[in-house]
């Protein structure tokens, strides 16, 4: 059935290429479309090789990769057309494709809105034409104020305060006008980001962007494999117990395991658009974060504060109660088992 085969864009990103190995591993048929900006080509060899593993365990599945950006809407429709010509169309999309950095956009906002705001446009008119209406967007907390108090309920004031959190809150209006076109017809997931983390327990994959990234986990195992420099904190008189940062840690392997429930919720309801919140709902600060990676991976990591980055909030963690009484889904794993996992991938990729 249609259903069972899923396009991912931005598939061979950090979490998309992680999606995609979870998807391959349920029996689905994957499509990813990616422009390779800020994804590895290793990372892409790396699943085809593991697609191929699987088949000769008896997996009947496809893999089927196309490079290309889709902000040129020529190829989302290469997608849909080649997918229905070999008898597999789409039946649903995982939209992971866009820039992700507040600091970036602070400094390139018609990158960040013709990016994500354009692409997902033009995703959703293929779509459309493709009678495919299964859809999950990858929001993210960011469309947040920073007023919100934490944990926070899905129906909290969407204020966000920098133009990536502005991007994301205005594609999600932009579903919500969409799915009243044809109520009947869609079925729309909004899920709302915290901060993933980890890597996946086979250890072949983990967060490799080619740019340099801003998150702080790759900045936490960079600075523990150089050895020589310092951590930057940004900020130590936060309203928080230690004066840094509070952020909802999420496993990435959780965070996936949210999108393949948010899939099978949409197949097995009513056409509907919703919002959730992917998040333990547990804050941990950025001292607490460094103190449990040094712990847990036995080694040291020296670190000095800067200022505040502009559009930063001091503490934002989920309320996931929503999630866990529509779509039955509980993050399992710790934020010890989040380092350990994320370092071993790290340390074993980037140590020369």
Same mark, same amino acid.
């Given at each position: 059935m249609s259903s069972n085969n899923? $396009?991912?864009? *931005?598939?061979?990103? #950090?979490?998309?290429?992680?999606?995609?190995?979870?998807? $391959?591993?349920? *029996?689905?048929?994957? #499509?990813?479309?990616?422009?390779?900006?800020?994804?590895?080509?290793?990372?892409l060899e790396i699943i085809k090789e593991y697609s191929k593993s699987l088949n000769s365990k008896g997996f009947k599945n496809i893999f089927k990769f196309y490079k290309g950006d889709i902000r040129n809407i020529k190829n989302i429709e290469n997608v849909f057309s080649d997918a229905l010509l070999n008898s597999k169309p789409i039946g649903g999309v995982i939209h992971f494709a866009g820039k992700k950095s507040v600091n970036e956009s602070i400094n390139f906002p018609m990158e960040y809105w013709e990016t994500n705001l354009l692409g997902t446009i033009n995703l959703i008119r293929v779509m459309n034409s493709y009678s495919c209406f299964n859809f999950i967007f990858s929001s993210s907390a960011s469309v947040y104020g920073k007023n919100s108090i934490s944990p926070i309920k899905e129906f909290e004031r969407i204020e966000p305060i920098n133009p990536y959190g502005n991007t994301k809150a205005t594609i999600e209006k932009f579903l919500i006008d969409v799915f009243n076109s044809k109520p009947n017809s869609w079925r729309i997931i909004l899920l709302r980001y915290f901060n993933p983390i980890g890597s996946h327990p086979s250890g072949l994959i983990g967060e490799s962007p080619l740019e340099e990234s801003t998150n702080i986990f790759p900045k936490i195992c960079e600075v523990a494999i150089r050895e020589n420099n310092a951590f930057k904190i940004y900020g130590n008189d936060w309203p928080t117990k230690d004066g840094t940062?509070?952020?909802?840690?999420?496993?990435?392997?959780?965070?996936?395991?949210?999108?393949?429930?948010?899939?099978?919720?949409?197949?097995?309801?009513?056409p509907e658009i919703n919002a959730f919140n992917l998040g333990t709902g547990k804050g941990t600060s950025v001292l607490e974060l460094l103190s449990i990676f040094q712990e847990v991976n036995k080694c040291k990591i020296f670190y000095e504060y800067e200022q505040p980055r502009k559009g930063d909030v001091g503490v934002c963690f989920a309320d996931n109660t929503k999630a866990k009484k529509i779509m039955n889904w509980y993050p399992k794993k710790s934020i010890n088992e989040m380092c350990k996992d994320g370092w071993r991938w790290y340390k074993s990729n980037f140590k020369n």
């Open positions: 899923v $396009l991912v864009t *931005g598939g061979i990103g #950090y979490i998309g290429i992680h999606t995609c190995f979870t998807l $391959l591993e349920r *029996g689905y048929n994957v #499509y990813v479309l990616d422009s390779l900006i800020n994804s590895s080509e290793k990372t940062c509070i952020r909802d840690y999420i496993h990435i392997m959780d965070l996936v395991e949210g999108h393949i429930c948010s899939y099978n919720h949409l197949l097995s309801h009513d």
